[in-house]
């Protein structure tokens, strides 16, 4: 059943144009397009989508941005090349060259936009793009796919370890209309590769824009991932990300989420642990004010015997707010000896604000290890008590207690100018941030 | 130092403390002793100011000011240290970095300088001696992951190093076997001087045969129904806390 309002959003994207373009790609497009005209666009009947309204997106009309110039300083407060990272810059969807020659990496590494990939390379990219994510989930991803603009291709060769973070940086300027993009990436590390990789999304502040990006990641065996994802969109942005991710035997991935911007976003993370010994370890941040809504769906599906999940989601709200987490663990009757622990916990900030936090464990093994827990509290006024009888002062033991409960999760960043990021932007939010700072160097 | 006249003190609009008379001089110990339920905690807490203890009627009269008018923080910057019954575990907030803003707060409000890092670090182990607090304690989160024992040892370690004018000591005896009362017992002895008042609020008599008081109170039914020196806490421990509630009745 199509709705005419879907297949009018179709006809007026103006998107930049479709990337990858090989003709490989037209079929899955096409399937793709299909996909989305008969779903449309999640609404609040949606098991999966109760809790966010996706109305705001699905009414309005997006174009190109191309032609609005990105802002040089929004894009270097994002970058981290300056950090040392091998850098790729997305301006409005479209790769630009980034000024500073990026740092060279080991032989055989491919790290480049799709839009460049040659024959060979489109022949990796046929082999995996479009089988991590599943276009069937909901419309958002069959959108992606149907209209995906630039992204990374990034290609790890067996045995390879690359010790550079790569980095993706995609920025958009609203213009006069609202804009959009639909970035889509592929990661895929070889036998025993490592790398780690950063998707930093941003904006600015003064116009509506939508991201909806999908990356597909797959792990060879033994591989080891190291992905962090920043969301830090403009205050009018709509955000949509999605991470599929497929591993194979003993490869560990270790992502951290972080949200932060953007009026309306959801981070979703999707993994197949598809083989023994795979191991996922989630942490996540999400700090919300004002009347942003920022929404956490995450999915880990344990198919063989010992493997192990690990998450680890927090969030603080203030204002009029609103969060969800929803984390759905599924261990398939094969997965003996798997082992799942989840914990979310929340921190409500403001009478106004709201979290929706949902574990989902669906256990069909008997010999499995598997423990989830959420919380949802404001501060504890012992331990504000404690403090101020150590002679801080109540406005600073209030700061010091939120920060303090967001570097439960920060504190995990192995790269540190990402670590000083975040606390930068918690700190930031909170007054006495100066004071504060000083206590937990 | 402390002058408590008449202190009446409700919680959720229950009258809890229903005038209480206590008078400590600089350099006196005092134990108030008594039977759960008598008032001893609301005491100690309703000195630090912890919210939701409302003075309703009386006084509190601390170095000549009204005790009463102060926020928590400053009362600590006054002199003023509570070792908590329960101390809270704050993850995230680490041990020695609370100590070292705690103390350079009271020392600016004292008009003393502020220590920096290495002659904060040089009085931290010369006072981590005193309860023999092992060296990881610097590097965790307040009292997070300690056992009930060193949770109430690492209260006195803040004692020994912020030197308050006036601690009260909530149940510090608690929770310790008889080597880890001793050790705490030590540290509270070599931290007496003076200058320095000390009040004990105790269940039982066993805190008192380390640290000797120059007074004992009892507590009951938030009223101190009889004071005496030492020997008072060996009669209460021998007798238990009837007999006073009858001669007081």
Redo the contacts between chains.
């Keep these: 059943m199509s709705d005419p309002a879907v297949h009018e959003f179709l006809e007026s994207w103006r998107g930049v144009t479709p990337v990858p373009g090989a003709p490989w790609f037209a079929p899955q497009r096409a399937a793709a397009r299909q996909a989305f005209q008969a779903r449309g666009f999640p609404t609040l009947h949606d098991e999966d989508w109760k809790y966010t309204d996706v109305r705001p997106i699905a009414s309005r009309r997006f174009g190109s941005g191309t032609e609005t110039g990105v802002d040089a300083g929004l894009t270097a407060a994002a970058s981290f090349s300056a950090a040392g990272a091998h850098e790729l810059l997305f301006l409005n969807g479209q790769f630009a060259t980034a000024a500073d020659p990026a740092p060279a990496l080991p032989a055989g590494v491919i790290v480049m936009p799709m839009s460049r990939a040659d024959a060979r390379q489109n022949e990796s990219l046929a082999a995996h793009l479009g089988r991590y994510a599943d276009i069937n989930k909901h419309g958002f991803l069959a959108l992606n796919t149907a209209l995906a603009g630039d992204g990374a291709l990034i290609f790890i060769p067996d045995n390879v370890e690359v010790t550079i973070p790569v980095s993706l940086l995609f920025a958009s300027a609203a213009g006069p209309q609202p804009t959009g993009t639909c970035p889509r990436n592929l990661i895929i590390l070889g036998r025993n590769a490592a790398a780690t990789v950063i998707e930093c999304y941003t904006g600015t502040d003064d116009g509506e824009y939508l991201t909806n990006a999908v990356t597909e990641v797959r792990l060879g065996a033994g591989a080891r991932l190291e992905h962090y994802r920043l969301q830090q969109e403009g205050k009018r942005a709509y955000h949509l990300g999605n991470l599929s991710v497929q591993q194979d035997q003993d490869s560990r991935l270790v992502s951290h989420a972080f949200a932060l911007g953007g009026a309306l976003a959801r981070n979703e993370i999707d993994v197949r642990l598809a083989a023994r010994g795979a191991q996922a370890v989630l942490n996540g941040l999400y700090v919300a004010g004002e009347r942003q809504h920022l929404d956490n769906h995450t999915r880990i599906d344990h198919e063989q015997p010992h493997t192990t999940s690990a998450e680890h989601y927090r969030g603080v709200l203030t204002g009029r707010a609103r969060a969800v987490f929803n984390g759905k663990v599924v261990v398939h009757k094969d997965a003996q000896k798997s082992d799942a622990r989840q914990v979310n916990a929340n921190l409500l900030l403001s009478d106004d604000a709201e979290v929706d936090t949902k574990p989902e464990l669906e256990i069909y093994a008997d010999d499995v290890k598997c423990s989830h827990g959420a919380t949802i509290g404001r501060l ?4 504000l ?10 406005a600073v ?1 209030r700061s ?2 939120i ?3 967001a ?2 999760v920060i ?1 995990p960043i192995g790269f540190a100018p990402i670590r000083a990021r975040l606390e930068q932007r918690v700190l930031g939010r909170l007054p006495d941030a100066e ?1 504060i700072r ?4 | 130092m402390l002058e408590i006249k008449n202190l009446h003190v409700a919680v959720d609009g229950k009258e809890i403390l229903k005038g209480v008379n206590l008078h400590v001089r600089p350099g006196e110990v005092h134990a108030i002793m008594g039977p759960n339920g008598s008032g001893k905690s609301t005491l100690a807490n309703v000195l ?4 939701g203890y409302v003075v309703t009627k009386g006084e509190i009269n601390y170095l000549g000011r009204d005790l009463t008018t102060l ?3 400053e ?3 006054e002199g003023v ?2 070792a ?1 019954q329960y ?2 575990e ?5 041990n020695i ?3 070292k ?2 103390l350079n ?2 020392r600016k ?1 004292r008009g003393q300088p502020e220590l920096d890092a290495v002659e904060f670090l040089a009085l931290v182990r010369d006072r981590m001696g005193l309860v023999k607090m092992p060296e990881d304690f610097m590097s965790r ?2 009292n997070e992951g300690f056992s009930g024992g060193e949770k109430k040892r690492n209260e006195i370690f ?1 004692l020994a190093v ?1 030197e308050p004018r006036l601690a009260i000591l909530d149940e510090t005896d608690s929770g310790l076997d008889i080597d880890a009362l001793r050790v705490v017992a030590d540290g509270v002895n070599s931290l007496r001087n003076p200058e320095r008042s000390l009040v004990l609020v105790t269940h039982y008599q066993r805190l008192l045969d380390y640290i000797i008081p120059d007074q004992v109170h009892v507590l009951s039914d938030g009223r101190i129904l009889k004071s005496g020196g030492k020997e008072l806490a060996l009669e209460l421990e021998a007798r238990g806390y009837d007999w006073v509630r009858a001669a007081a009745a």
């Design positions: 504890d006024d012992n331990m008590f404690y403090l101020r009888t150590r002679a801080i002062p109540a033991a010091l207690l920060y303090a409960f570097e439960e504190q004071v000083e206590f937990v160097q | 630090a100011g912890r919210d926020e928590p923080e009362r600590a910057r240290f509570l908590f101390p809270v704050i993850p995230g907030v680490n970095y609370l100590l803003a705690a707060a009271i409000h989160s307040v803040q912020l």
